[in-house]
């Protein structure tokens, strides 16, 4: 794909790429654990699921900026069996297979009516609200319609009378047990029964499925749809204050229930038991089509824009056009498909297999050329794109992969108002990416030049098994608030959220600072070349005032961190060599020295059973802890007594540590150095009767403040080969540093990381822990020390994010949330800069 190409396909929004690339790829997915996903309902912001419960079930409530559970609205004993929202969303209505009707508050969530009829009857299968009669319409399993007016307060009674429910096994009082203040919560609630006079008995000759209010062409007011196990779809006239009046009936034909209905542009659309979708013109009240739409039962039909969407008990979603042709087929779910909404961005699905998916779907007509989108949509389809790109470093045949990554993000760059270029890494490795978003010019509380900020990351990735992964690591998968994919924690998620922070700001005319971006495509294979690389191309970046990253974790998952320290790191590789081949134990064992067994006594001499390392002078030039350092892990160590679930390292309330030795843990973990010993390996076959004529053994350090590297290496060297020497041995000796990287040290008190901290405080509502990591970065103490500016690290990912690991993610909150996080970081900088002149 050409650049050109890049920037015109990332223009369009995520929305109008799964329509017009005809992709039948889910957006997101939510898990409704416990049950099949029997009703939708949904404003902009907010999702409402009902489940299939046994003994009662919940109604979910989901947050749809991140995707992830708000609440769970408790109260009815059956089966959540249609939901519906007042005109402005300010209500909830929820039906159940206990026979009740409830009206929820959208807003605090609390249940505010509860409605029941004087008769039994049986199952609530439909519900509809007319905002214009301020009327609910009640479709029932014993074939009537009923209907209660919120504006006739003579319907309200302190308490329900005791009916027998006798088409349900339910015993109310079951519904108080084990539910902490449910009780009292029911208290609150006002309870109204429906009068007979309401109620219009023996409505159809069936179960009464679905309701629906709509217009019909010339004539006034709204009529009421009825569909009914019979078949026969039935108009009603509507009064306030009146009964409902029967006015048409719509034959569909005997050997079909109507299990759904849906109006659009004058048609009527009935889906129909056996998978037919019969329509209607309203006008001349003709069945004018029957479309054999789904091999089972059509369970649910929605109206959107120009479009109509089905959905079955085939598992099969169906998108329709104006001449009743299909546009689209999704069949992602793995069960029968029960329920269907919509939102403006979103079409919704509801399943058996406990599932809800959420699919992108068009503003206005099925094909548009472009969209406009907000900024997360974009970031999502470029993170989806780049997710696709497998830049594994390190590994030659994916070496073109990483350049079109490479390739992919300098485009996006582009298109997002930056200027951007590649810079040529070491030959055969990957190139580096440059980029800056300049400040405007015309900024009346300029002083001097406007700061400059380089943010740091790196594009390329570790290998994945994809057999050991839930979901393919290279397609961005969406599931329950989070985003699955190689990369997306780990650093492309971080680096987008960054860059659209900073485009975001400059095309609101809001960016004061200069940001310039360095992101590298070796960090996972040692930054190969990386440092000659900025070498040659100094002064792009040597007038930085401050180095930001993103690239590592919350100590947790609920608490922001700001990253102070990373220990840094020497690997090492240790051989040791035999001039003999291969030889057979039964043969010469005895006889020989063999290199394995050396290589156990030397790895025996490079740590003392407390675990510390025996490297003479290893200890000697650590920095003594402050009392302001001492004094940022007590709310840590407060946090995981408090609240030790969701923790990463382990749980010390299990473990039995108090909180002085969990403190000691984290600084063993954070700022002390340590030695391990990775693996150890042999030539040869490799079975129980060879000696093998080599043995290998990877070894690294971690060191931390105030430890030399050269000290440290040459002290390494230095007793590997003492210990060897004192060895009675023919073989040999090599010593082999491959990797090194300094640590590095923020000032928690320099107004970098001020900013930081206000920035998240201002985003999340609390403050960060301040924590250390005990992995490194390689390139940031050396960008450091060679443009001789502060670093801040900003990690946007939780702790559960497994980066590197099998299934990585990150949750989509914190992406979104880390991007603002990084515009109101990027924004307080103007003011720091000018308090500072």
């Known amino acids: 794909m050409s650049d050109r190409q890049t920037m015109s396909s990332l223009s369009r929004s995520l929305s109008a790429h799964v329509l017009n690339s005809n992709s039948s790829s889910c957006l997101h997915t939510l898990t409704q ?51 519906t929202l007042r005109d402005d969303g300010k209500w909830l209505f929820s039906s159940s297979g206990d026979g009740t009707v409830r009206v929820w508050d959208t807003e605090t969530f609390k249940c505010i009516y509860h409605i029941h009829s004087s008769q039994d009857v049986g199952d609530i299968f439909s519900i509809v609200f007319s905002s214009s009669l301020n009327t609910l319409y009640i479709g029932c399993q014993n074939t009537s319609i009923q209907w209660f007016d919120f504006s006739d307060a003579r319907q309200d009674v302190p308490h329900s009378p005791n009916i027998t429910h006798s ?48 217009k019909v062409p010339n004539v006034e007011g709204e009529i009421l749809f009825s569909g009914s196990g019979e078949g026969d779809i039935k108009l009603w006239k509507l009064q306030k204050g009146k009964s409902i009046e029967p006015w048409k009936t719509l034959k569909a034909g005997v050997d079909a229930s109507t299990l759904t209905l849906a109006l659009h542009d004058g048609f009527l659309f009935c889906g129909s038991q056996g998978g037919n979708i019969k329509i209607f013109d309203l006008e001349t009240f003709q069945l004018i089509r029957s479309l054999i739409a789904h091999e089972d039962d059509v ?77 997360e949509d974009v970031m999502l389809y470029a993170l989806e794109k780049w997710i696709s790109m497998p830049t594994v470093s390190g590994v030659p045949a994916q070496l073109e992969e990483c350049r079109r990554g490479a390739k992919f993000l300098k485009a996006v760059l582009q298109q997002l108002g930056a200027e951007s270029r590649l810079i040529p890494g070491a030959p055969g490795h990957n190139p580096l990416v440059y980029g800056q978003f300049s400040a405007r010019a015309d900024n009346p509380e300029k002083q001097g030049r406007p700061l400059n900020v380089l943010v740091y990351g790196h594009y390329d990735v570790i290998a994945a098994d994809i057999k050991k992964w839930d979901h393919p690591p290279f397609k961005l998968t969406g599931k329950d608030g989070y985003l699955y994919g190689r990369g997306a924690s780990d650093n492309k998620g971080p680096i987008l959220a960054c860059i659209f922070a900073a485009s975001e700001l400059q095309e609101q005319q809001q960016l004061d600072v200069n940001v310039k ?4 495509g070796e960090e996972e294979n040692g930054s190969v070349g990386f440092f000659q690389a900025v070498e040659q191309n100094i002064k792009l970046f040597e007038e930085a005032d401050v180095i930001l990253l993103s690239n590592s974790y919350w100590l947790g998952e609920d608490i922001p961190c700001l990253t102070y320290g990373l220990r840094g790191v020497i690997h090492s590789t240790l051989t040791i060599n035999s001039k003999n081949v291969d030889l057979h134990s039964g043969v010469d064992g005895g006889a020989v020295s063999e290199p394995l067994i050396d290589m156990v006594k030397v790895l025996s001499e490079l740590v003392n059973p407390d675990r510390t390392a025996k490297i003479p002078g290893f200890y000697d030039c650590i920095r003594p802890l402050t009392s302001h350092e001492d004094a940022l892990y007590d709310p840590i160590v407060e946090d995981m007594f408090n609240n030790p679930s969701g923790q990463r390292h382990w749980d010390p309330l299990a473990t039995g540590v108090t909180k002085e030795e969990l403190k000691k843990k984290l600084m063993a973990r954070w700022r002390n150095p340590s030695l391990t010993i990775h693996q150890v390996d042999v030539s040869g076959p490799k079975n129980r009767t060879v ?62 990381f001020k900013a930081a901290e206000s920035a998240i405080e201002q985003e999340w509502g609390q403050k960060p822990l301040f924590i250390r990591e005990g992995g490194s970065v390689p390139a940031i103490r050396w960008l450091e020390k060679r443009l001789k500016a502060a670093a801040v690290h900003i990690p946007m990912g939780q702790s559960s994010d497994q980066a590197h690991l099998n299934n990585e993610r990150i949750r989509l909150q914190n992406l979104n949330s880390g991007k603002r996080v990084i515009k109101a970081f990027l924004k307080g900088l103007r003011t720091l800069e000018t308090a500072q002149s």
């Open 299 to 375: 369970l649910a039909l929605v109206v959107r824009s120009s479009q109509v969407y089905s959905a079955s008990a085939d598992g099969v979603v169906k998108q329709w056009n104006r001449s009743f042709e299909p546009l689209q087929t999704w069949n992602d779910h793995s069960g029968s498909v029960l329920s269907l909404t919509s939102t403006q961005d979103y079409l919704i699905s509801g399943g058996s297999d406990k599932l809800i998916k959420l699919w992108a779907i068009a503003k206005g007509n099925s094909q548009p050329e472009s969209v406009d989108s907000a900024a």
């Open 691 to 752: 000696i093998p004529r080599s043995a290998k053994a990877s070894v690294s350090m971690r060191i931390v403040p105030d430890q030399e590297v050269a000290d440290i290496t040459k002290s390494f060297e230095e007793h590997v080969r003492n210990v060897f020497g004192q060895l009675d041995t023919e073989n040999e000796i090599e010593i082999d540093i491959k990797v090194v990287a300094d640590w590095w040290l923020g000032d928690t008190e320099d107004r970098f």
């Open 167 to 214: 088409l349900r096994n339910h015993n109310t009082p079951q519904f108080f047990e084990g539910r902490a203040n449910a009780k009292e919560l029911e208290e609150q609630v006002t309870r109204c029964s429906i009068p007979d006079s309401s109620i219009y008995q023996n409505s159809h000759f069936g179960y009464v499925y679905c309701l629906l209010l709509g």
């Open 517 to 520: 971006f360095l992101i590298e």
């Open 33 to 83: 654990d416990e049950d099949s996903v029997l009703s939708l309902a949904a404003t902009e912001k907010l999702l409402f699921s009902g489940g299939q419960g046994v003994h009662g079930s919940d109604i979910h409530v989901w947050d749809l900026e991140h995707f992830r559970l708000k609440t769970n609205l408790k109260g009815h004993l059956g089966s959540i069996l249609c939901l």
